[in-house]
């Protein structure tokens, strides 16, 4: 399988100077990069006064087989309800290959490896999870809301052990229509047994973030950003 590098446009946001600390952060299927920009000001006062850069990149446009081959931004492609089988493996694996070259891109401005955080929602969510657990770099965290693993099947072998000991915030909502609780905490159980420290947070929401998981994530930042 041959997968395409795309570079990834995108939004930066810096809560200070010479920031030391980034957090990328993935939007969901048919969103962009502006949709979590107002979640900057509410995680600053969790930041411990460190300058970060936020990163909310843009992911590529595409036919989405699920939604009638309509083109919008996705990760990957999505090919029947069941979103746990007949996973898009190369569109999976272009997006992989565009955020790892982020995450290059921030060690090359002199952010440390330690000091980067994954983070997203949904599709971006699943992305940051699969990113993160097979990144080559150790990474200071990973948040993955309303999301499912990519790839549970392969995951074990293809995992990094530099990041065996990564903080994973992982949260759904009991309501969810869109991605089903079941696919979580299949997830997260898939996580636990193979010894990765999961902080696991259920809200009666629908597919959203609400404002209780805002200061949750707020809260987890604080311990990871240090």
């Known amino acids: 399988m041959v997968t395409e590098l795309v570079d990834l446009s995108a939004i930066e946001i ?5 920031p030391s600390y980034t957090i990328i952060w993935l939007h969901g299927l048919g969103a962009d ?24 990149p843009h992911a ?3 036919p989405v087989t699920i939604n009638n081959g309509y083109i919008m931004r996705a990760w990957y492609d ?24 982020l995450i290059a891109r921030e060690m090359r401005r002199g952010v440390a490896p330690k000091h980067i955080v994954l983070a997203g929602f949904s599709q971006g969510g699943a992305m940051a999870l ?9 990474l200071a965290g990973i948040v993955a809301l309303s999301c499912y693993l990519l790839g549970a099947d392969s995951f074990a072998s293809e995992a990094r052990v530099i990041n065996a000991k990564i903080p994973i915030f992982m949260a759904h909502g009991t309501y969810d229509a869109v991605i089903p609780l079941r696919l979580a905490t299949d997830s997260r159980n ?8 999961v902080s696991w947070h259920e809200y009666p929401m629908a597919h959203s973030v609400c404002s209780e998981e805002v200061v949750d994530i707020g809260n987890w930042l604080r311990q990871v950003i240090d």
């Open 14 to 18: 810096e809560t200070g100077l010479n």
């Open 33 to 56: 990069g502006n949709d979590f920009v107002p979640i900057v000001n509410e995680l600053e006062r969790f930041l411990n006064n460190k300058p970060v850069r936020f990163i909310f």
């Open 60 to 62: 590529p446009e595409r």
């Open 78 to 101: 999505i090919l029947y309800p069941d979103m746990d089988s007949h996973q898009d493996r190369a569109g999976i694996g272009s997006s992989q290959l565009a955020i790892d070259n």
């Open 130 to 138: 699969h990113v993160g657990l097979r990144q080559s770099n150790q």
């Open 190 to 197: 898939q996580l636990l047994a193979a010894n990765y420290a």
